[in-house]
């Protein structure tokens, strides 16, 4: 027999494990939606991670007592200023010096997670700590603050407003820019950037600062991801390498969900239940990598069905990882 | 332009003051000085950055990190066995690279040969002679590299499907895969299968050393790819195919035949790495075996402009850079992370030098007229 209350916290564990995708995801299809296959995205989460939790630290070293609205706003300034940083260099290695987009975007795969293990690992030094990580424990309960009486609403509460706002707000995200990609001339001019830069240009858009634009709103949602999984998921606890490979995950689920926002909302929650199923399932030790080799699979599985289908709408953007000259047309 | 002038949401610059033309030929000499300039400023940024991070006097730094890749005779060895395995990875992708299929799946490829052969060893060792162990390892490897290879190349032949994300996703569903073997393999749940398990089938070692062998492959793949590539009825169907594809299918090149050909030699190298990697010198594995040298190949391939020989200076480089970054961070007391933030500049600096190599600006060129703001080509 399967118990409700274990389907509520399955769902919502799920929807936690998948925020940091849903927000790695949307950032990078607003990013390749302007023809950026930005491969630099589990560097700039890292990036944007480490960057808020270095704010975060500073801040909640610096007072005696933590004020619950600046523990928010000063980690989330600094991982937005920390991944736009990262984005830049992205960005004008690939569109102003027309970098190979994959090659800029391994490197600062390599540079974003450096960046974050490096500074943890000094982090960890300057609190000598004797364990290798680093707890914000007073930042990470004001991110976590939930809605008073969500608990006392049952399995409602529990599954629909027991969460911190990031979780909230990735959703937010998701949905604005699958309306502005979808609906507004804005979203239209950046798809067309992206199917075919000529085409825009010759319409008179700007390509270069679309491109500029997108990918670094990308990186900065995308950073968020990173932040939301140091200090909401693991209760602000940072630890090296312990955000894993969800940046590349987060690229798949781009795939998933065939380029759209909101696809992505429910590929994420799917991506997040799959990573914790196992926990859930007697599934022996032993077959454990085959379950966490299914997203990945699965993310094969629509790339290539969406290649077989062929219908426009569902394809990567023309451009995807080809630089725009003008004078190459 | 009036076509401009008729899109009214749209501001354009009408005189800019830079303006960028593509090189039609690039001197050889120029080149080679723009990318040497290029290192030489990312170097004294590397150690800028590391003084700001560390207090330490520059020199020391440059002096470590030379230690640390030529410091002692064993040093040496273990600094060319590494260029060694990144080189034949690097060779391994190239072909793919210059018909433009960006197979970014090197990683899994390797592993996937990594894995295939610690089966064979996990399986037959022992029960076989070790001569015909050693045929079935190599056999096992390289057609893993070829089969993780080949899927990719399938679909991207005939359904277009994207290359570069579907050879991502491969690397992963590798990891996993010798996520599965190793606890197969190993009961106690241990994260690696060493060579007390894996103890048969062991390469040997030439002359008393280790590492002789890989770097004797290395040393002719390099030579075999560069003829391949260049002197090939083969090699120039390659080159055809990148350069465009509809050229290719006008002049009578089956598109397909070699997209897929292709990607099963770039494969089945990357297996044979795998190979060198498992059964010539660490006799164990684990899913992080290949460290990314997968990635790294990519970056080697692609700063050589696909020649195989100046990959060999590429790889060189870039361990140099690792093994050095390393050593400063070890002797400095660093998280070892240091080595990945500096090799991250440095190869800032050598993907941003390619333009000055391959385009001209023109500074204040107030005839012509270019869509660049002046402030994004100032930054160098």
Redesign the interface.
């Known amino acids: 027999m399967i118990d409700g209350n274990v389907i509520v916290s399955f769902i919502s564990r799920a929807v936690l494990q998948g925020t940091p995708l849903l927000l790695g995801s949307t950032g990078e299809i607003i990013t390749e939606k302007s023809g950026n296959l930005n491969l630099g995205i589990p560097g700039i989460m890292y990036t944007g991670a480490i960057s808020g939790v270095i704010g975060g630290f500073f801040y909640q070293n610096s007072v005696s007592r933590v004020n619950t609205a600046l523990a928010i706003i000063i980690p989330l300034l600094c991982c937005l200023a920390g991944s736009l940083l990262v984005s830049l260099i992205y960005s004008f290695l690939t569109v102003t010096l027309r970098a190979n987009q994959n090659v800029t975007g391994l490197a600062i795969t390599t540079f974003g997670v450096g960046i974050g293990n490096f500074f943890g690992g000094s982090l960890i030094k300057i609190t000598g700590s004797a364990v290798p990580y680093l707890s914000l424990s007073s930042i990470a309960k004001a991110f976590k603050h939930t809605l008073p009486f969500a608990s006392k609403l049952g399995w409602f509460g529990e599954l629909f407003l027991n969460y911190g706002f990031m979780v909230y707000l990735a959703v937010i995200i998701a949905l604005v820019a699958s309306y502005i990609l979808k609906h507004t001339h804005l979203g239209l001019q950046l798809r067309a950037v992206g199917e075919s830069p000529a085409t825009a240009d010759a319409a008179g858009i700007n390509v270069t600062a679309y491109k500029y634009f997108a990918t670094c709103i990308g990186g900065m949602i995308a950073g968020l991801g990173g932040l939301y999984y140091v200090i909401d998921y693991s209760n602000g606890i940072w630890s090296n390498d312990g955000f894993g490979d969800r940046g590349w995950l987060a690229i798949a689920l781009v795939i998933f969900a065939i380029w759209r926002p909101d696809m992505s909302i429910l590929g994420s929650y799917l991506f997040g239940a799959l990573y914790i199923l196992p926990n859930y399932t007697s599934v022996s030790l032993q077959s454990l990598p085959l379950f966490e080799m299914l997203p990945y699979v699965v993310t094969v599985v629509v790339l290539i069905t969406v290649s077989l289908r062929k219908k426009r709408e569902h394809l990567p953007p023309a451009s995807l990882g080809l630089s725009y000259f003008r004078e190459e047309r | 332009m009036n076509?401009?002038a008729?899109?009214p949401?749209?501001?354009?610059r009408r005189q800019s003051l830079i303006s960028?033309?593509?090189r039609p030929a690039v001197p050889f000499v120029r080149a080679v000085a723009v990318r040497a300039v290029a290192i030489l400023a990312a170097l004294v940024i590397a150690g800028v950055v590391t003084i700001l991070l560390t207090g330490e006097n520059p020199i020391s730094v440059y002096v470590t990190m030379f230690e640390g890749a030529f410091g002692s005779g064993p040093i040496i060895w273990k600094t060319f066995q590494d260029i060694a395995i990144l080189l034949c990875t690097s060779l391994a992708v190239t072909p793919a690279f210059r018909m433009r299929f960006?197979n970014?799946g090197a990683e899994g490829q390797v592993l996937a040969g990594c894995l295939a052969c610690a089966y064979a060893m996990y399986r037959f060792g022992g029960v076989i002679p070790e001569w015909l162990l050693m045929i079935i390892m190599a056999v096992f490897s390289v057609l893993a590299g070829a089969i993780f290879g080949l899927i990719p190349a399938v679909?991207k032949a005939n359904?277009?499907?994207?290359e570069?994300?579907?050879t991502?996703?491969?690397?992963?569903?590798a990891i996993?895969?010798?996520?599965?073997f190793?606890?197969?393999a190993d009961k106690s749940?241990s994260n690696t299968v060493g060579p007390s398990i894996l103890s048969h089938g062991w390469y040997p070692t030439l002359f008393g050393q280790k590492y002789l062998l890989n770097i004797i492959v290395a040393a002719v793949l390099t030579v075999l790819i560069f003829f391949y590539l260049n002197y090939t009825k083969h090699g120039y169907e390659i080159s055809v195919v990148g350069e465009s594809e509809n050229t290719a299918r006008y002049i009578g090149i089956n598109v397909k035949k070699v997209i897929i050909r292709t990607m099963i030699l770039s494969g089945a190298i990357c297996g044979l790495v795998g190979l060198l990697i498992v059964g010539g010198t660490s006799h164990s594995i684990d899913s992080n075996i290949v460290g990314?040298r997968g990635?790294t190949a990519?970056?080697v391939s692609?700063?050589a402009k696909f020649n195989p020989v100046m990959m060999t200076l590429t790889s060189f480089l870039l361990v140099f850079l690792e093994r050095g970054a390393g050593e400063v961070s070890t002797k400095f007391g660093?998280?070892?992370?240091?080595?990945?933030?500096i090799?991250?500049?440095i190869?800032?600096f050598i993907?941003?030098c390619?333009?000055f190599i391959n385009?001209q600006v023109h500074i204040n060129a107030g005839r012509k007229r270019?869509?660049?703001?002046e402030k994004?080509?100032s930054?160098q």
Not at chain 2, 334 to 341: K, R, V
Not at chain 2, 370 to 373: I, K, R, T
């Open positions: 076509e401009q008729s899109a949401r749209v501001r354009t960028i033309t593509k960006w970014i679909f359904w277009n499907t994207n570069t994300l579907f991502l996703m491969m690397n992963y569903i996993q895969l010798v996520e599965f190793l606890k197969i749940g990314g990635f990519i970056m692609w700063l660093f998280n070892a992370s240091f080595s990945d933030i090799s991250g500049i190869l800032f993907i941003g390619e333009f385009y270019a869509g660049e703001p994004e080509v930054g």
